[in-house]
């Protein structure tokens, strides 16, 4: 059959038989993409809520006469859904004494304006506990001892993150647990007064058996604030005063560290 060609030729190409007959091959179907939760982040921009939770601190420090008060307001993302999580958003420290009003002003400030900045923010916590008092520091209830009233506004800090799970706190693995309390008992064992004899002549008839195995029995059970033996000294992993010398190595009888590896 002939076919008149009223247009100029500008290109050809031979379609051979069986690519006429070869179907035309069909479209693949598009998958509609699963809708997608929009997870809200921290970020400077976020809006304060008319109402926030928190939690309030008091902190009983020997360098000042009056207690301080450290309130941490938190700020709760995605309500209600699996992302739901809390988030620091600004910081209030109170008290009656008036004396370090300006950089307890600052010091609220700046780290509220960190908080809302959004990120990571526990680095907080290492900056605020490596502030040292010129002074020198204390020790608080349980023989902690803090190097500043600074260290310890950190150390609430780090105390309210890992209650609402920004840190988690490693967990001492059992067999260092054992290995700890072994090497308690060996230097309390160590440390022990041994019993005094009777004199000689003396009446044992006068000595009741249960005071001598009474005495025998009990140890030296005198203890620091820590409820370490008293001859602890301070440990510099975790600040408590439960370093003793056992083998001729420092042992902490607190977190394990040991200065022998």
Not at 17 to 41: F, G, H, N, T
Not at 170 to 176: F, K, L, R
Not at 182 to 196: D, I, N, V
Not at 228 to 237: D, E, M, N, R, V
């Amino acid at each position: 059959m002939a076919i008149k060609i009223e247009k100029k030729i500008k290109g050809y190409n031979v379609v051979k038989p069986e690519d006429k007959a070869a179907p035309a091959p069909a479209p693949v179907p598009v998958k509609e993409a699963a809708p997608v939760a929009e997870v809200i982040q921290m970020h400077e921009s976020l809006e304060r809520p008319e109402t926030l939770v928190g939690n309030t601190y008091k902190i009983k420090s020997p360098l000042f006469e009056h207690a301080l008060y450290v309130t941490i307001n938190d700020i709760v993302l995605n309500a209600g859904t699996q992302h739901e999580q809390r988030r620091p958003f600004e910081l209030f420290i109170n008290s009656k004494n008036m004396d370090h009003f300006q950089w307890i002003v600052a010091l609220t400030r700046i780290l509220s304006a960190v908080f809302r900045k959004g990120g990571d923010v526990t680095f907080i916590v290492e900056e605020l506990k490596a502030v040292f008092d010129p002074r020198g520091g204390y020790f608080k209830a349980g023989g902690i001892y803090m190097p500043s009233i600074v260290a310890e506004i950190g150390g609430v800090i780090e105390q309210h993150m890992k209650s609402i799970g920004l840190i988690h706190d490693p967990e001492m693995s059992e067999a260092t647990r054992q290995l700890i309390a072994e090497k308690r008992a060996a230097y309390e064992k160590a440390t022990a007064k041994p019993t005094p004899a009777p004199a000689v002549g003396a009446d044992l008839a006068a000595i009741a058996p249960s005071d001598t195995a009474q005495a025998s029995a009990t140890p030296e059970t005198h203890t620091n604030a820590s409820g370490f033996p008293p001859g602890a000294t301070l440990c510099a992993k975790c600040n408590t005063q439960a370093l003793v010398l056992m083998d001729g190595c420092q042992t902490c009888l607190n977190c394990g560290y040991s200065k022998c590896g």
